[in-house]
């Protein structure tokens, strides 16, 4: 399914206020904000509570999910 509309990427060392930033961007101009920071944490959370290392490429950690 194909959305338009502009995709913003906010890059930038740690702390620097990206999500901040990102956040009152996609508010003012009237975007969804996605926070993929979070959804990186919530999936290696998701392999290391099925017992595997998210850091090894070699295990299919998708399929375990």
Same mark, same amino acid.
């Given at each position: ?10 890059? $930038? ?6 999500? =901040? &930033?990102?956040? /009152? &961007?996609?508010?003012? %101009? #009237? %975007?969804? +904000? %996605?926070? =993929? #920071? &979070? &959804? +990186?944490?919530?999936? $290696? ?6 017992? /595997? ?11 375990? %999910?």
């Amino acid at each position: 399914m194909a959305r338009g509309g502009p995709v913003i990427a906010v890059d $930038g060392p740690a702390a620097a206020g990206k999500g =901040t &930033l990102a956040r /009152r &961007l996609a508010e003012a %101009l #009237g %975007l969804p +904000y %996605l926070d =993929t #920071g &979070l &959804l +990186y944490r919530a999936v $290696g959370r998701l392999a290391l509570d099925a017992g /595997r290392n998210p850091a090894d490429p070699a295990q299919d950690i998708a399929q375990t %999910l």
